[in-house]
């Protein structure tokens, strides 16, 4: 089976309020050391891959789209000629307002990207600066304009509700507004407080107020009904899409696939075991100057692990889980193990079981991480 390429850019102009992924305010030295060690760590795997394809590539920070455009054509042109990458393949970039531009965008459709993350989050001034986004709503619109006259025919849009001080008529503006724009897919994501953010010491000091559960889940409805009229279908709790433009490569996440992660902090699954880089760019780059692999982590996953995966991530998905193919592949029997918390949960309007399929009904959506817990034995 074909297996998923990440590879992280762990740059940014500026750390947004909310952001706890693994990225630091760009240094020039830093990025042409993290160029020289990426391209070392992409040879390093060539040949223990020469006989794999990769499907999925994504390049994803960070912020990517703040490499030159020489860094960028670099990066992509070491990707091809040390990977097998196949002929269909989806390759995605995240790009952010504030760091596109036409030549960057030129020069990764000849590289053959052929989709775009873009991060807006929100539409209405107020909220981007309180998010502390670098670009405005209008910055996005010209990129995103630019970005289709290019050739681009698959574009993503990141969106979040749920600020605080955000009203429901702003955040039903700011999908209007986006919907008008016409891209592929829409992710749209509550906002969550993350430890290590200014958003998360603002909480603690009590400074920051969230918005009630309620109105919450007002926007997540509303999202959904009004992102399905518009011809984006739900495909994943927070991940819409109009037909056949969902993101392959998350959905080999979501559906346990194997992938190999390149960069500082990235994560891999491979032949059952889950392993990370090292965080930290400098301890990232010296292991590599010395041509030694940036391994921080190595995990190897027992079967009750990659069954409870299965389980949390399948749930994530509308499809949810084929339970024929679950019992195949684990040689178990779903319904035995699960018997007490399938009942108890159906019995709540949580699941439901359609053609041996399992999944969420809205209502378990709306707590799908309570409902994930009852599948967790360990």
């Known amino acids: 089976m074909d297996k998923g390429l990440y590879v992280h850019v762990p740059f ?16 020039h030295e830093d990025k042409e050391s993290y160029i020289e060690s990426i391209i070392t ?29 020489e860094e960028l054509r670099l990066l992509i042109d070491s990707i091809h000629s040390n990977f097998n990458i196949t002929e269909s393949a989806e390759i995605s970039i995240e790009a952010n307002p504030g760091t596109l531009t036409k030549e960057k ?32 709503y209008e910055e996005f619109k010209e990129n995103f304009e630019i970005a289709r006259k290019v050739g681009f025919e698959n574009i993503n849009v990141d969106l979040m509700f749920s600020l605080p001080n955000q009203t429901f008529d702003e955040w039903k503006q700011t999908l209007e507004d986006v919907v008008d724009l016409k891209p592929d897919h829409i992710s749209a994501y509550s906002l969550i ?12 000091e009590g400074r ?4 009630d559960e309620e109105l919450d889940l007002k926007m997540y409805y509303y999202t959904r009904d009004y992102l399905k009229e518009n011809g984006y279908n739900q495909y994943e709790i927070s991940n819409y899409a109009k037909d056949k433009k969902k993101c392959r490569h998350n959905i080999l996440y979501w559906k346990c696939g194997q992938y190999l992660g390149l960069g500082p902090g990235s994560h891999s699954y491979l032949n059952e075991e889950r392993f990370s880089n090292y965080k930290d760019i400098k301890t990232y780059c010296e292991k ?5 692999l940036p391994i921080a982590n190595v ?18 998905m509308n499809e949810g ?38 999944s969420l009904t809205n209502k378990g959506i709306d707590i799908s991480n309570k409902v994930f817990i009852e599948f967790l034995k360990k």
Request: charged letters at 30%; hydrophobic letters at 35%.
């Open 321 to 358: 889980i084929n339970l024929e193919k679950f019992n195949q592949e684990f040689e178990v029997d779903f319904m035995k193990i699960y018997k007490n918390e399938v009942e108890s949960l159906k019995s709540k309007g949580l699941i439901k079981i359609i053609n041996s399929r399992l």
């Open 12 to 27: 940014c102009l500026k750390k947004c309020n909310y952001c706890d992924f693994n990225s630091f305010k760009l240094n």
């Open 41 to 69: 760590e992409i040879k390093l795997y060539s040949k223990k891959f020469d006989k794999d394809y990769f499907s999925t590539v994504f390049i994803g920070g960070g912020t990517p789209s703040i490499l030159e455009s």
């Open 193 to 204: 407080i993350e430890e290590g953010t200014v958003f998360g010491s603002l909480y603690d």
């Open 288 to 292: 590599l100057r010395n041509f030694k």
């Open 208 to 211: 920051l107020e969230l918005l």
């Open 105 to 136: 965008l030129n020069t990764l459709y000849s590289l053959g990207v052929n989709r775009l993350s873009m991060g807006l989050q929100s539409s209405n001034q107020k909220h981007l600066k309180f998010l502390g986004r670098i670009h405005s």
């Open 299 to 316: 995990e190897k996953l027992d079967k009750q692990d990659m069954i409870e995966e299965k389980i949390f991530m399948g749930l994530r």
